[in-house]
């Protein structure tokens, strides 16, 4: 959740590993979070390894939690459980 990752390629590299154990990942970010490329990017580069891993881009807001963050939370759960 509004994750700051400094090396997207370097932390995808683990993503086919986690595929094939059946992880999955949910990645919340923001529209004018400085942090929102390298998330993008990095949701790309494990989504190519098989990764299924889902990413919001909260509108409107900068590296913070949006008002409805339960509800967010709970939608992520869903996700990742399935």
Do not use: N, Y
Request: charged share 25%; hydrophobic share 45%.
């Amino acid at each position: 959740m509004v994750p700051a990752i400094r090396d997207p390629e370097a932390l995808a590299s683990l993503a086919a590993e986690a595929a094939e154990r059946g992880i999955r990942g949910w990645l919340l970010t923001s529209e004018h979070d400085p942090s929102r490329p390298q998330v993008e990017q990095f949701h790309t580069e494990v989504t190519k390894r098989g990764l299924a891993c889902e990413l919001v881009v909260e509108p409107g807001l900068g590296h913070d939690f949006p008002e409805d963050f339960g509800g967010k939370l709970a939608a992520a759960l869903k996700f990742i459980l399935r």
